[in-house]
């Protein structure tokens, strides 16, 4: 099992960026976003559950990033908009393959599966 994420890359503030992260392998029922900026911690972004009606997502990233996934082409992707430069980070994806609770999709240890990170970097 593996996950690809891919679409990072170098934006100018204000700019958007679409990340993908494609399954292989299987096909997963709840999918998440995470990011890690340089000297922090890994803290959750957006996540979403299979029939894509139960998203949820971090606070700071409301209104301007949007979750979606593909489920026949295992993919999920993130829309990006109105980047700022707090957003430059390393973002990964996560999958699980049971449906989290609503409470659960922050959770990174809920996931069990990573894939390798994806590089934002927007300039100001």
């Known amino acids: 099992v593996q996950l690809q994420a891919s679409g990072g890359g170098l934006v100018q503030a204000g700019g958007s960026l679409r990340l993908s992260c494609a399954a292989s392998?299987?096909?997963?029922?709840?999918y998440g976003w995470f990011r890690q900026a340089p000297g922090k911690e890994r803290e959750f972004v957006a996540g979403?559950?299979?029939?894509?009606?139960?998203?949820r997502y971090t606070d700071s990233v409301r209104g301007r990033f949007t979750i979606s996934r593909d489920n026949a082409k295992k993919t999920v992707y993130l829309q990006m908009n109105s980047l700022k430069p707090e957003d430059t980070a390393v973002y990964y994806c996560?999958?699980?393959?049971?449906?989290?609770?609503?409470?659960?999709?922050?959770?990174?240890?809920?996931?069990?599966?990573w894939g390798q990170g994806t590089l934002v970097t927007v300039s100001s």
């Open positions: 979403i559950r299979w029939s894509g009606s139960t998203i």
């Open positions: 392998g299987r096909t997963f029922s709840t």
């Open positions: 996560a999958a699980v393959s049971r449906n989290l609770i609503f409470s659960s999709l922050p959770r990174a240890g809920a996931y069990e599966h």
